[in-house]
């Protein structure tokens, strides 16, 4: 008979610095786990990923390694060994490594060799690099054992390969940004496996962490590049993988090939489970928000709903002198729709008595973006009011084209604890829109059917702070300011190049003063989750008070 492997790949939720949940539910997988062999759970899974500065606390440190003991002590029943992530002291160094537990005790370590120090990462900060790692042997196979960043260069699995390795098993904490499935698989994984000739397994971790959100989507390749076993993606999965050995080669047999979301469903359900996430780890009852009848607070709506059920999800209309009859009724049927609690609080009283008070200091002055800006902010705090007194986190609704060039009001609509278009352009909030009135997300609590009216999202844009006001007024049409801030934001192009592209170039100067200018703003936003390359706040840090211009 051939000798066999079951492989299990435990795709995992965590919760950073939380190290007895996080291994309480590796035990309960293990239990689950009767006749598997070796249960593979994500990169730094004991202490959770990423973990930042958390990671500086001694006490974090030793808390671990009694842990890890621990954990090991628990295979000494016969069963299934673990590999398990965590961090480790050698040499009075730290390390991001991983361990085989295995007849009660840690059978091997091994050590991340190439350490992330760009966009969301900075291992630099905290590790320092392992040598080169060598392959483990476990019940008739040599596993190598790169760990998530190791298998985005070469070198590691390459030498794993002339040391003897059979199988590559590699830990990640692989943040979603849009289209990385691919790349993880296409770009990465089967060039490594064809490279060396060895099959790979990649486990991924699930679920929201502040700004980043893990997508899952675990895999398996073989040797010629095949796809053999593929995870979901937005939801833990716990799957056996059987190997067989013929000759000098494993094999995996066959597994499940889930299908992964595709565009734009993929960033919608991003944003559902990292506002999920955030609002339960952090204990939140529920979230309010105000529901203007226009697109971003309608699917930030949406988005609220399918993340945590209509009746968590309290909207509030706040109309003013300015809000239209049209942006009413839109509102009221969003949250008709969507199954939630609408009450409407107008802000007309709040609006005289400021006018009233600040009557004497404002005398020989015409109004302006002032006034424009007080009716937000009165909105703010009404919503910060309620979010005080009742318990629910704010969700603030801002989308990415807003934020970049400051058509926003600081401590008015930006007030919230939690963003989930922070890093969605105008574009993408139309896209969604559409898509998630015409489908439902598979790890959506909301409704089928539609989720806002159609006018929503065909009705000019406008923040109706002033008689007649339209978003165009202030700003270029959304396709072409979001061609140019992907240009300045994503790919720090100047203003000439986007000008040779074809851009106009008095709206792209203005474009890059303004994105320049509401840096101030930006920092203080409330976080969000990250989609693209680029986000505001991880990736893109730009001082606030600098000189250099393009134009």
């Not at 909207?315 to 942006?327: F, G, N």
């Not at 008595?353 to 937000?376: I, K, V």
């Not at 318990?391 to 930006?414: C, F, H, Q, R």
């Not at 009216?453 to 049409?477: C, F, H, M, V, Y």
Request: net charge negative; aromatic share 8%.
């Amino acid at each position: 008979m051939p000798e066999t492997l079951i492989i299990t790949l435990a795709q995992l939720n965590q919760k950073v610095g939380d190290l007895a949940a996080n291994a309480a539910a590796m035990l309960a997988v293990r239990e689950r786990a009767e006749g598997s062999d070796l249960i593979v759970y994500p990169e730094l899974q004991l202490i959770g990923y990423p973990p930042e500065d958390l990671i500086q606390k001694p006490a974090l440190i030793e808390r671990a390694a009694i842990a890890l003991d621990a954990l090991a002590a628990a295979t000494a029943d016969g069963g299934p060994a673990m590999l398990v992530g965590s961090v480790f002291v050698r040499d009075g160094a730290l390390h991001n490594g991983v361990a085989l537990l295995d007849q009660g005790k840690v059978a091997a370590v091994r050590f991340k060799v190439e350490l992330p120090n760009y966009g969301t990462f900075d291992e630099k900060r905290y590790f320092l690099p392992g040598p080169l790692p060598e392959p483990v042997p476990f019940r008739g196979a040599m596993l190598g054992l790169p760990i998530c960043e190791d298998i985005w260069h070469a070198p590691v699995c390459r030498h794993l390969a002339e040391q003897g390795a059979e199988i590559f098993i590699c830990i990640n904490g692989s943040p979603y940004e849009i289209d990385k499935d691919e790349l993880r698989i296409e770009g990465v994984a089967k060039r490594r496996a064809i490279d060396t000739g060895i099959p790979l397994v990649f486990v991924n971790r699930v679920g929201g962490q502040d700004e980043v959100v893990f997508d899952g989507a675990s895999f398996v390749v073989g040797p010629e590049g095949a796809l053999w076993t593929q995870l979901p993606d937005w939801e833990e999965a716990i799957v056996d993988t059987v190997w067989e050995k013929s000759g000098s080669r494993w094999r995996c047999q066959p597994g499940v090939v889930c299908e992964l979301a595709e565009h734009p469903e993929d960033i919608y359900c991003a944003m559902v489970l990292a506002l999920r996430d955030y609002v339960n780890t952090n204990r939140f009852p529920g979230v309010v928000l105000g529901l203007s009848g226009g697109i971003d607070s309608a699917i930030c709506a949406a988005i609220a709903v399918d993340a945590l059920g209509p009746e968590r999800v309290w909207c509030v209309m706040m109309p003013s002198a300015y809000t239209s009859a049209e942006s009413l009724e839109d509102a009221e049927a969003c949250a008709k729709m969507l199954g939630v609690r609408l009450d409407t609080i107008p802000i007309v009283p709040a609006v005289d008595a400021f006018a009233e008070m600040l009557a004497p200091t404002f005398e020989g002055r015409s109004p302006d973006l002032t006034e424009e800006n007080l009716q937000s902010r009165i909105r703010g705090t009404t919503l910060m009011a309620l979010s005080n007194k009742f318990g629910p986190m704010l969700v603030t609704t801002g989308n990415k084209s807003e934020m970049s060039v400051g058509y926003a009001t600081i401590y008015g609509d930006m007030n919230g604890g939690y963003n989930p278009l922070k890093d969605a352009y105008k574009t993408t909030v139309f896209a969604i829109s559409r898509w998630r009135n015409a489908a439902r997300p598979k790890i959506g609590l909301g409704p089928e059917g539609m989720v806002m009216p159609e006018r929503i999202i065909t009705k000019p844009p406008s923040a109706e702070l002033r008689p007649d006001q339209k978003d165009s007024d202030s700003l270029p049409d959304y396709a072409v300011l979001d061609s140019i801030l992907l240009g300045l934001v994503e790919h720090e192009k100047s203003v000439d190049q986007l000008v040779a592209e074809g851009f106009d170039h008095a709206t792209v100067a203005r474009i890059e003063r303004l994105l320049n200018v509401a840096e101030y703003k930006r920092r203080q936003a409330p976080p969000g989750v990250k989609l693209g390359m680029r986000n505001f706040g991880r990736d893109r840090r730009y001082p606030i008070t600098h000189g250099f211009r393009t134009a």
